[in-house]
Each structure stands twice: as C-alpha cells, then as structure tokens.
C-alpha cells in the first residue's frame, strides 16, 4: 500500500522583502526567536546571523547568489552556524570575544570594526554580550542592523533591552550615544532589529532611526532595572 503524498506545512514562511534588495527571515527559535537578515549585493551577499538551517531557507540563500559573509552580532544569534558554513562555503564574521564560542570553524574575527567593503562596516557596540555588534549598511539613507543591541519596544520605537542576562548596561547605553555621535538623521534612516521584529506589526522596519534614538533619554535609561 503506497503512502500519502506528504502535504506541505504551513507553517514554514519563506524570508520577506524588507527594503530593496534585503530580505527578512522568520524569527528561529534556536535563536531564541531572532530575526536574521539577507543583504543581496553584487559585491557579495551578507547573511546576519542565523536563519533556520532548513532547505526553503537554504535554496532561498543559493537562488540569489549564495553568502559571502555570515555576520554574527552576538552569541545569541549562532544558531546552526556551522551547518550553515558547511553547507553554503561562506566567511564567519564574529566579534574576537566571542569567536570562542564558535570551535573547530574557520571564521574571521575583529577587535572594534571592521571593513567589508565600501558600504558595509561591523562596529563593535557591547554590552548586550561581550561580543554584540552591529551592522552598518551605506544605502537608502543608512541601514543599522542592530541584533539585540536594539530592539523595537511595544510601540515600534528602537530601545535598548536590560534582561538578567545583560552582560554590562552602562556600556550598551554608552554605546547608543557612540552610534548617534557617528550617525547623522542623514545617514542613519533605518533600523533592521534583531528581535522583538512583531512590534513593529507589518512595518518590517523601523524608520526615522536616527531621530528616534536621539530622542531617547540615556541617563534614564541607566537607572532601569533588569528584566527577568
């Protein structure tokens, strides 16, 4: 007796435009929920931190060209990085006090910053982990993809996030005034956050970044207490 045709779940959502040529991926749960992001570049592809490993996400990755860098903004967005190298041949980029966490693989670590090319820079911003950074993107007014180092709140605005695993608050705060001394409103217009991606209720991205961060009150912001 012949089985019955497997019928396809519905619950395996392929990544979603966000801005031209940037794909958002369904938040992973070995991430604990993180949204990864594709940049699709002629210059290379960048993947930011680790979507499933499945094969829609795998052949997704390999119709558009492959991945040349797998950046990875904190220790909570490794995920299945392995699996990924072996099965797409990409660089591993991590921040140097995490890479430890990353043994037996091949990848590329940075101290404060790092170059990939002429529109696409790594700046180390810890304090959410030892290792947290972000993305900067020079296109469409300016891209920061900010993994956990900010994240939407309830209303969609960008904020820093003090959890019982915070590695150093004081220096995540310190680091969002760092992002808005190198960053002007013209070249910083969009946040592509690394969690908490349902606040922002369809939007897909947070607009007006730059404004809205310098609308946020650092010096309250150190007095908060952490979340459980």
């Excluded at 947290?132 to 993994?147: D, H």
Aim: glycine share 8%; hydrophobic share 35%; charged share 15%.
């Amino acid at each position: 007796m012949s089985s019955l045709p497997q019928q396809p779940s519905h619950t395996v959502k392929p990544p979603r435009p966000v801005l031209d040529s940037i794909f958002a991926f369904p938040p992973n749960r070995d991430t604990l929920g993180g949204t990864s992001y594709f940049i699709v570049r002629n210059e290379g592809n960048i993947l930011i931190d680790c979507p499933a490993s499945d094969q829609i996400n795998l052949d997704f990755l390999r119709s558009h060209g492959g991945v040349r860098w797998l950046f990875i903004t904190h220790r909570g967005a490794i995920g299945k990085t392995a699996e990924l190298q072996q099965a797409l041949g990409c660089e591993v980029l991590i921040q140097e006090q995490e890479a430890y966490l990353l043994p037996g693989l091949t990848v590329t670590n940075f101290t404060q910053e790092i170059t990939l090319t002429s529109t696409a820079q790594v700046i180390w911003t810890p304090g959410h982990s030892p290792g947290s950074s972000c993305l900067y993107y020079n296109s469409l007014g300016g891209i920061l993809f900010s993994g956990r180092h900010l994240v939407p709140n309830q209303h969609g605005e960008p904020v820093p996030l003090r959890t019982a695993k915070t590695f150093h608050w004081p220096r995540q705060i310190k680091n969002i005034q760092s992002l808005l001394d190198r960053f002007t409103p013209e070249t910083l217009e969009y946040i592509c956050p690394g969690a908490n991606t349902g606040f922002l209720r369809g939007k897909r991205v947070i607009d007006q970044a730059y404004q809205q961060l310098a609308s946020l009150d650092l010096q309250v912001l150190l007095q908060v207490k952490p979340l459980l």
